[in-house]
């Protein structure tokens, strides 16, 4: 079945695309779920008519993403954590807790999901850690980790 993607759909496309899938898959999950209309003649004309204002959309999205890239990488992230001696963690730095320091130092929203971490962060470091903020705009931060310092 032909349909067209009203979202970004991880495995399949992005809004606006032209896919074909299964009827199943369209009809129990895409459709109800709003993420995808019936490529029929008449949803295409209208999905062409409201082409402009999605680009427009996606652009000014984009400005704004590249925007708050340059933010991002400006800054330096510091996390305390608590360790053993040799400097291993007891636990490990997730994406919840970057993504929590991020908006406490910045004041800018970044979703858990969006956060790539390449390698487990289990010791004290520096680490880099991408984070997508939009289709292709990626930042790219710099995270020290840090032995918390208890105070006796």
């Not at 040799?86 to 929203?109: F, H, R």
């Not at 004290?124 to 310092?149: N, T």
Request: glycine letters at 4%; one cysteine or more.
């Amino acid at each position: 079945m032909k349909i067209i993607l009203t979202q970004d759909v991880e495995s399949l496309g992005i809004e606006g695309d032209i896919v074909d899938v299964k009827n199943g898959y369209a009809r129990n999950y895409l459709i109800p779920y709003n993420y995808a209309i019936i490529a029929n003649a008449s949803n295409l004309k209208t999905w062409e008519n409201e082409k402009i204002a999605r680009e427009r959309k996606i652009a000014k999205n984009t400005e704004k993403a590249q925007r708050q890239a340059e933010i991002l990488a400006a800054e330096k992230y510091e996390i305390k954590v608590k360790c053993g001696e040799e400097g291993k963690m007891y636990g490990s730095v997730t994406p919840q807790d970057i993504a929590s320091l991020i908006l406490n130092q910045t004041k800018i929203e970044i979703d858990r999901k969006k956060i790539v971490i390449p390698e487990h962060i289990k010791s004290v470091g520096e680490y880099q850690v991408f984070v997508k903020i939009y289709k292709d705009v990626k930042a790219e931060i710099k995270l020290s980790v840090v032995k918390h310092e208890e105070e006796k």
